[in-house]
């Protein structure tokens, strides 16, 4: 293949695999923006070493090879997402203390279109979408860097074992062995079930209605309704999180009762139903940007409301509106 034909494939390649590629990077980083600068390294990295490609393997598994490496420096280095559930107890609301912790603490959130590859097979975009949610990529922060790298291409991405261990310069036999011990680590961290909702049931969108309703009138006792008996109410970058209607209930009508008169967008993340929530303006005149609730589903009711506090983050990455005006008329967040 001469240079120039390489060249031309390389480019076709960077644009073809950048989705699926920053669904593999996010997956092993835990990081929206880290998965991004992930897989710009890895288009950097490939156009200085293209000469020594020399078709052995597919561009695509040789993209991974890069990608792979790069995450793993990253993961070396120390790097390491989690959720408040992962670091703290449990507060009550009556005794509840806001710290905040560094922005490289946290597992981020991001918008499905970023890291979900359109398909057809309505079983295989299933199964993406529940390997970006928010408890099975923080599940998969448990892992050492290998063991994560090869369960998500195994598991995830379906690679045979033979391909990983060529991607990974190792043997099929210790291939195997990573994927059963990670398979374990997993098991063990107890993955909290979470319904597909993307496209939402019937049902769903019931509840998702509901939950709007409740939630914009600010009836905290109607919302208490649609949420489980156990479900987490988590706040990053605060590592606070409450658990249970009272303290849910306590928090938004104590410390939360702020959020009174909030207006909600719909969007996505990570395969899951979300909003950005828009507290009314100091001034009166309309409503800004608050955080972005993603919401987890299991059984006919809201088991986790994650908030992700840092707006100014997460507001331009998701497309959703600087601000609202008095009449509430936006688009949909991207």
């Not at 034909?5 to 997956?27: N, Q, S, W």
């Not at 078709?55 to 790069?70: D, E």
Request: hydrophobic fraction near 40%.
């Amino acid at each position: 293949m001469s240079d120039l034909a390489i060249k031309t494939d390389l480019d076709a390649a960077m644009d073809r695999y950048r989705v699926e590629l920053t669904g593999y990077c996010y997956r092993m980083l835990g990081s929206s923006f880290d998965a991004e600068d992930a897989v710009q390294d890895t288009y950097v990295r490939a156009w200085r070493s293209y000469e020594k490609f020399e078709g052995r393997s597919s561009l695509r598994s040789w993209l991974y090879r890069i990608a792979t490496n790069v995450c793993l420096d990253l993961l070396n280095a120390g790097n390491k997402r989690a959720r408040p559930m992962d670091l703290t107890a449990p507060q009550h609301q009556a005794s509840a203390v806001l710290n905040e912790r560094p922005e490289v603490t946290w597992l981020e959130p991001v918008p499905d279109g970023r890291v979900l590859p359109q398909t057809a097979d309505p079983a295989e975009m299933a199964l993406a979408k529940e390997s970006v949610r928010l408890a099975f990529v923080a599940a998969l922060q448990h892992l050492p860097a290998k063991q994560r790298a090869v369960l998500i291409l195994r598991e995830v991405l379906a690679w045979k074992a033979d391909e990983v261990a060529r991607l990974l310069e190792t043997t099929v036999a210790s291939v195997n062995s990573a994927l059963q011990r990670a398979r374990a680590t997993l098991a063990s961290q107890g993955i909290r079930d979470s319904d597909p909702a993307d496209p939402l049931d019937p049902d769903q969108a019931k509840l998702l209605e509901r939950y709007v309703s409740a939630f914009e009138a600010y009836d905290i006792t109607r919302l208490t309704t649609l949420l489980h008996e156990d479900a987490v109410l988590s706040m990053p970058p605060f590592d606070l999180w409450l658990r249970g209607h009272e303290d849910i209930a306590a928090w938004h009508l104590n410390q939360g009762i702020g959020c009174k008169g909030s207006r909600l967008v719909p969007t996505t993340a990570n395969g899951l139903p979300a909003f950005g929530q828009y507290r009314p303006a100091a001034d009166g005149k309309g409503h800004t940007p608050w955080a972005l609730q993603v919401l987890e589903i299991s059984d006919g009711r809201i088991v986790g409301l994650n908030a992700f506090l840092d707006t100014a983050r997460w507001f331009p990455l998701f497309g959703l509106p600087e601000q609202l005006d008095e009449s509430h008329e936006v688009q949909q967040g991207a």
